[in-house]
């Protein structure tokens, strides 16, 4: 009897074995906690330092420009003198040139000459007008001509002194082109190899330090020439080109976080401008894609940038949504489920799926508008292969 029940018990045991080393091990999983906190929703790009103000300093006249002692760097104070311009002397007539303007001007002294007599035959003829009209007056209070015959008269009177007053008109014009036709045989008579023009110098137009020479060395330039570019660095602003659709969300006065710029600390802006018109730009990937330039202003103390400097390289992370004391958990969690979002908690060593409502998401976590509780376990990357239900196993990290 004892025999058969130990055998019973045998049997029993090795059952029990061949049981336990067939069933399915409880499957490793990567476990989170969800977490109540501040969620942010951003749009990141990269972006660059640029001055709010640049002044380019030009050649306003054609001529010999001295060469610039300035150094980029320097500092210049309003109005100050940037460089010294030499203008060139007018072209020299030769020869011929001379001739044919010695005959220009007797050209244009005949016609003065005759715009003279035209104004002496014009003020013949409205005298003579005047005359006839008077005696015409005294004719009519006699009764001997109509009064029709008096207004032609008067009408005649008012035409000649039209005509007067046009004669002067072409008498004023003819003598300033004598004027301009012996200027120019003028500069011909005065100009010469030892002459020059006076210097004119060349200011500021704002205080600032320069940022760039355009030009230095000494030499002939043209009216317009860019000499220099002046500025203040201590007006920075930053301005990165987004996507059209990420701008749509963005309003002046939206919170921006910069880094990556050189420094240790994050520093702090406000979004003051979005460009009202978009531009076309091609991505690394040769996809065209539709920009727009969003300007930030700087809020941190100025002390902590002032290393920056201009078309300095900054990140741009732009805080299109924040929420305080939100529900939130890590993205790798969700998967999709239908027109909703679905997880596997943790409970009791087993996965339980379940559906959740997500407000919002960024690239680490989602904030969940409601199904889930503050310190639930989350399956975070969940194998293709779970299933609710599953026995389960946090996974120990090394």
């Known amino acids: 009897m004892k025999k058969k029940i130990w055998i019973g018990i045998g049997v029993a045991m090795t059952l029990a074995l061949l049981a336990w080393a067939f069933m399915p091990q409880p499957l490793e999983v990567e476990v989170a906690s969800v977490s109540q906190g501040r969620f942010e929703r951003a749009v990141q790009e990269d972006g660059k ?55 220009r001007i007797g050209a244009v002294e005949a016609s003065v000459a005759r715009a003279r007599a035209n104004v002496e035959r014009a003020l013949a003829s409205l005298e003579q007008a005047r005359v006839e009209l008077r005696r015409n007056e005294a004719l009519a209070r006699q009764g001997f001509i109509s009064p029709n015959q008096n207004e032609t008269g008067q009408l005649s009177v008012r035409l000649r002194e039209k005509e007067l007053e046009s004669a002067r008109q072409e008498e004023n014009a003819a003598r300033h082109e004598l004027e301009l036709a012996r200027i120019a045989l003028k500069q011909f008579s005065d100009a010469g190899p030892d002459r020059q023009q006076r210097p004119y110098e060349i200011k500021a137009p704002v205080a600032g330090k320069v940022l760039k020479l355009l030009l230095q060395s000494e030499g002939m330039v043209l009216a317009g020439t ?173």
């Open 49 to 103: 330092t640029r001055l709010r103000e640049r002044y380019v300093v030009s050649t306003p006249l054609t001529g010999r420009i001295t060469r610039l002692h300035l150094k980029q760097g320097d500092p210049v104070a309003a109005n100050a003198s940037v460089a010294t311009l030499w203008p060139v002397n007018p072209t020299l007539l030769d020869e011929r040139a001379r001739a044919e303007q010695g005959a």
């Open 226 to 398: 860019p000499l220099l570019e002046l500025g203040d660095p201590a007006q920075l602003e930053v301005v990165a080109d987004i996507l059209t659709e990420d701008a749509a969300q963005i309003t002046p006065g939206t919170a921006v976080q910069l880094s990556n710029w050189g420094g240790a600390d994050v520093l702090e802006g406000r979004v003051r401008l979005i460009e009202p018109g978009a531009f076309t730009k091609v991505s690394a990937l040769g996809v065209e894609e539709q920009r727009v330039n969003v300007v930030i202003d700087f809020t941190s103390p100025a002390e902590k940038w002032r290393s920056l400097g201009d078309g300095f390289k900054v990140d741009v992370r732009i805080l299109v949504q924040v929420v305080d004391k939100a529900v939130k958990l890590p993205v790798s969690a969700l998967f999709p489920l239908g027109a909703r979002w679905g997880l596997f908690v943790m409970e009791q060593g087993r996965a339980r799926r379940r559906e959740i409502d997500v407000a919002a998401r960024n690239g680490v976590e989602a904030w969940v508008g409601s199904g889930l509780a503050s310190g639930t376990q989350v399956i975070v990357y969940p194998d293709s292969k779970l299933q609710d239900g599953d026995r389960i196993k946090e996974r120990q990290t090394r």
